[in-house]
């Protein structure tokens, strides 16, 4: 070696190694790459059943995957069509075929007996009629499931619910096979779609398609949509565990015991029996449905009858009556409400409806007073202002009355004078007119008494009743003094002040009027509205007679039926006018006004809801 080369060695020697081990690399690396190309096929071959190595791929692939369609989503769109048409078209099919069978199901339940249970159902849950519907018609049972291998066709697994109907497992594989290549050759389908179901009679073939092998599944009955789900996941799991064993069960025909077990789980039906004994439960509901139906259809119309004719009852009735018109009736919350116009003199309405033997307390009277011209109310009308105690004495026909009854010069003065302000009655005459020089019994107790000439005294049988119109001061001042006159015991009720004239309505509407009781100290529903009502007239009676300086007062009588011991009825009316008493002191009634007393009338034992009332008596 020359000293230049060793001068060179010296100098660059550590570098030219350094280059030179890299050009080996290079080399080697060149070679490396060249071989592991030719033997990484058979090496992947050769691992590809190694499951640690799959597991190795399975994140690095995934990857890969995800990165390439978030970087190029419209080229693996295009790759994935060819794959995704037919997948699309198929679940499309099968969607399409499914929805038939729902509405062929719908539309055979829709008016049976069955469909009208399922409609209560729905509208008691809120899930739509159709959805219970085919929730209780899902009724199939599998038959036979065959395991076929798809590259070959051959049965690698069979399932059997009954042995002695089996199928010939050749003869299905064949069948499938023939009848898959006719359609494609006849229809021109694509290679690798595959049958999907057939009818046989009154079964139903469905082909479960599956990467490696096929489930072709025998049904009987109508099987739901579910069903195809549910062997799709037992293909899935046969997938799973004997993918491996597919090929090598096809190639030497032999039976897999352990595959067989699994496939027999496929094998699913819902129970006819079920469904029967369903029936007949629901037989015997809607039969007693429609008997307890058809009883309140009967009941109701018993009801509605029964109010029918309460009401025409008691509309005729009032109209009979003179002096009452009824202009409007109709129930309402179970009480008979009647309205329409009523004289004063004509008899309250409960009274009448008591006589006829009608429950006053499922009637509610609204009348507005006013006078009327029929001849027996203005019989009445004369009577009371005339004194004469009994109306039969006045007969009119036409425009003529006629006073039968012996009357005195001062009342036939006054009957004349009440016909010239009558717009009916034109003319009058009399069959017995008393002088004064011939005075009557009657007459000489007026003169004692030194009554107006506006008094009338009728006696009857020891007694004697006062009537029409006298000063408040002289009625008050008299009536102590003159209680019995000549053995003649006097009767003032029905003499009225001259000052409070004008307070008849309301009186006469307090009269008629009681507030019921349902139970001991409980009021009817439409007791308070009545007693509210009556709170207007009692206070304006109350206020107007004082204002005139002729004060009234107002009995509070409570009365009690026949139930229960005459102690304890006795207590019991006191406090139904009491409670009656505050009801109207609440309303702003002056206290002083008000008298609560009970009744003394003795009533006949046993129930009478009619007598559990409170009435109302004005004097003075």
């Not at 390439?68 to 069509?81: G, M, P, Q, Y």
């Not at 038939?100 to 409609?119: C, D, P, T």
Request: proline share 5%; aromatic share 6%.
């Amino acid at each position: 070696m020359s000293s230049f080369d060793q001068l060179k060695t010296l100098l660059f020697g550590p570098e030219q190694k350094r280059l030179s081990k890299i050009d080996r690399r290079v080399e080697d690396l060149e070679k490396s790459s060249s071989l592991i190309a030719e033997k990484l096929p058979g090496a992947i071959r050769e691992v590809s059943d190694d499951e640690e190595f799959l597991a190795s791929l399975d994140r690095p692939v995934t990857k890969t995957l995800h990165q390439t369609i978030r970087r190029d989503v419209n080229s693996f769109a295009e790759v994935l069509f060819p794959v995704m048409g037919p997948a699309i078209r198929r679940a499309v099919a099968d969607a399409m075929k499914n929805l038939v069978q729902r509405i062929n199901v719908v539309l055979e339940q829709r008016f049976s007996v069955r469909g009208m249970k399922w409609r209560l159902e729905s509208w008691r849950t809120g899930i739509p009629v159709s959805q219970i519907i085919l929730q209780n018609t899902m009724l199939f049972s599998v038959q036979e499931v065959f395991l076929i291998h798809r590259e070959s066709g051959i049965v690698i697994g069979q399932a059997v619910r009954n042995p002695v109907t089996a199928l010939d497992e050749d003869a299905v594989s064949s069948m499938l096979t023939a009848i898959q290549s006719f359609i494609q050759d006849s229809f021109g389908g694509d290679r690798n779609e595959v049958l999907r179901s057939a009818e046989l009679g009154d079964q139903t073939l469905w082909v479960i398609n599956g990467p490696a092998a096929l489930l072709a599944c025998v049904i009987v009955g109508s099987p739901p949509r579910e069903l195809r789900d549910q062997l799709m996941e037992q293909l899935e799991s046969l997938h799973g565990r004997f993918a491996t064993r597919f090929e090598q069960i096809a190639l030497h025909k032999m039976q897999d015991e352990e595959l067989n077990r699994t496939l027999e789980l496929s094998l699913l039906e819902q129970s006819q029996e079920t469904e029967k004994a369903a029936s007949w439960i629901s037989r015997g509901f809607w039969l007693v449905a429609a008997l307890v139906l058809l009883l309140a259809l009967i009941w109701w119309g018993l009801r509605v009858s029964e109010r029918r004719q309460m009401q025409q009852t008691v509309v005729e009735l009032l109209n009979r009556q003179p002096g009452v018109v009824v202009g409007q009736s109709g129930w309402q919350d179970g009480i008979l409400q009647v309205q329409g116009l009523k004289d004063p003199l004509s008899p309250p309405a409960a009274a009448l409806l008591q006589q006829q033997n009608l429950d006053p307390s499922r009637v509610a009277t609204e009348f507005k007073p006013y006078y009327s011209l029929e001849p027996e109310m203005l019989a009445r009308r004369l009577a009371l202002h005339s004194g004469l105690a009994n109306a039969a004495a006045f007969q009119i026909q036409g425009n003529a009355l006629r006073v039968t009854a012996p009357v005195t010069e001062v009342q036939a003065n006054r009957i004349t004078e009440l016909i010239r302000i009558n717009p009916v009655l034109e003319s009058v005459s009399f069959e017995t007119v008393l002088r004064p020089d011939v005075p009557s019994l009657g007459d000489r107790i007026l003169d004692r008494m030194n009554a107006p000439d506006s008094v009338s005294l009728a006696v009857n049988d020891g007694g004697g009743t006062l009537s029409g119109t006298a000063p408040y001061q002289w009625i008050v001042g008299s009536r102590g003094e003159y209680a019995e006159v000549e053995g003649v015991r006097l009767d003032w009720r029905r003499l009225w002040p001259d000052e409070l004239e004008n307070l008849l309505p309301e009186v006469t509407r307090l009269h008629e009027t009681d507030i019921l009781f349902s139970g001991d100290l409980t009021l009817t529903p439409e007791a308070p509205a009545t007693l509210e009502r009556l709170a207007e007239d009692v206070e304006y009676i109350v206020e107007e007679s004082k204002r005139r300086s002729a004060p009234l007062a107002i009995r509070i009588i409570g009365a009690t039926d026949g139930i229960g011991s005459l102690t304890y009825n006795q207590q019991l009316r006191m406090r139904r006018a009491r409670l009656v008493r505050d009801e109207l002191i609440a309303a702003g009634i002056d206290p002083d006004a008000l008298l609560a007393e009970g009744s003394s009338v003795q009533v006949p034992s046993g129930e009478q809801p009619e007598l559990r009332r409170v009435s109302f008596q004005v004097g003075y």
